[in-house]
């Protein structure tokens, strides 16, 4: 776009460079510069020069979009720790998602041992070693035989250690509401679109899903039910995690509809 | 005076020109070339995100005047502006006198 004067073409050329700033910073940046290069250039038209020529001169001495937005631009490594720190929160938040639901599939994992049994959850169809069953046997001192010692510490296993991971969840989903909450300056400008890590989170648990059906029916087809809870508990949570993602990411990604006109 | 060591050393000089009383980006750089006989001649615009830069470390604060023929963007000292200019001073005459004894006065 072309304008017939050199102070509007400059200030057009500055928008056009600060297209990724920040919004506030640029209106008033712009704004200043629009001030500035007006009282310089009527200065300089006092002195005698035409308008036009004042413009031009005013122009010259502000100096090129590019030299104000480089100014305006923070220090390479300010930079740097800004896209570390901006893309870590999100991480922080997505992996205590992530082991929060992998604790929530630890609860439903001793619900469904609760209801049906433990070798529902437990039963891993292996032979083991005379060394595994003496472990199995020593943890599980009231089981009366390897296989039931080995189904009573998988799904003992499956259900503890899964909590355990849930409350590491916690706390770093804690970390991220704090991190948030303060409202740091480090990262600000830098944040992840939330598009983004919506995306990662729902394609994540997704895949979490799909696999661990697969690995469900492939149990339930070749030994009945059991052992079909320690993958099934793991592929509800994973499921209905994913729906969690999916249903803000369409909202974000669909535009809203129109309503009926009259 | 080149422009690198002119921007490395811009901070002070705004400080230094606002503890005069407020002003506005223009008068700033007017003052600026005026008080160095035209040796601090950087491009203008400069000075905005040098400005606002110093008002994020809350060593100055802003507003905008709407009184008279155009509305301009007015910068004035903090408190804490007032003590960075006062240490940041203390250090750069600290290194002119070093300067000055390791390089000499020119006879």
């Known amino acids: 776009m072309t304008a017939a004067s050199p102070i509007e073409g400059f200030l057009d050329a500055l928008y056009d460079e600060l297209r990724d700033a920040d919004a506030a910073a640029a209106r008033r940046l712009l704004a200043e510069a629009e001030s500035h290069l007006r009282e310089s250039a009527d200065a300089l038209e006092a002195t005698g020069l035409e308008r036009l020529e004042a413009e031009r001169a005013a122009v010259e001495r502000f100096g090129t979009p590019g030299e104000i937005v480089a100014a305006a631009r923070p220090a390479v490594h300010t930079r740097l720790v800004g896209l570390v720190a901006g893309s870590v929160r999100p991480l922080v938040l997505l992996l205590g998602a992530g082991l929060v639901a992998v604790g929530v599939s630890g609860a439903v994992a001793a619900a469904m041992s609760a209801a049906f049994g433990s070798d529902f959850v437990g039963s891993m169809h292996q032979t083991y070693t005379a060394a595994a069953c003496g472990h199995f046997l020593a943890v599980q001192p009231t089981a009366t035989s390897c296989t039931q010692a080995a189904v009573l510490e998988t799904s003992h296993d499956a259900i503890a250690l899964r909590l355990l991971a849930g409350g590491l969840g916690l706390i770093l989903l804690g970390v991220g509401w704090v991190w948030t909450r303060r409202g740091s300056e480090l990262g600000r400008g830098y944040r992840l679109s939330p598009v983004v890590w919506l995306t990662v989170g729902f394609t994540a648990f997704a895949v979490a899903a799909a696999g661990l059906s697969v690995q469900s029916t492939d149990l339930a087809t070749n030994y009945g039910s059991d052992g079909v809870g320690f993958y099934l508990s793991g592929a509800l949570v994973a499921a209905f995690a994913a729906v969690a993602f999916a249903v803000p990411l369409t909202r974000r990604v669909l535009p809203a509809a129109e309503p009926d006109r009259p | ?107």
């Open chain 2, 1 to 107: 005076m080149d422009s690198a060591r002119l921007k490395g050393n811009l901070d002070l000089l705004v400080l230094s020109v606002l503890a005069d009383g407020p002003a506005h980006g223009y008068g700033i750089i007017t003052m600026l070339r005026d008080r160095s006989d035209g040796a601090f001649d950087l491009a203008e615009g400069t000075v905005y995100p040098a400005l606002h830069k110093l008002e994020k470390a809350s060593h100055i604060m802003s507003w905008w005047d709407e009184n008279g023929p155009r509305r301009r963007r007015m910068y004035d000292l903090t408190p804490q502006g007032k003590r960075q200019l006062a240490a940041e001073r203390k250090r750069w005459l600290g290194f002119a006198r070093g300067v000055q004894s390791v390089v000499g006065v020119p006879s």
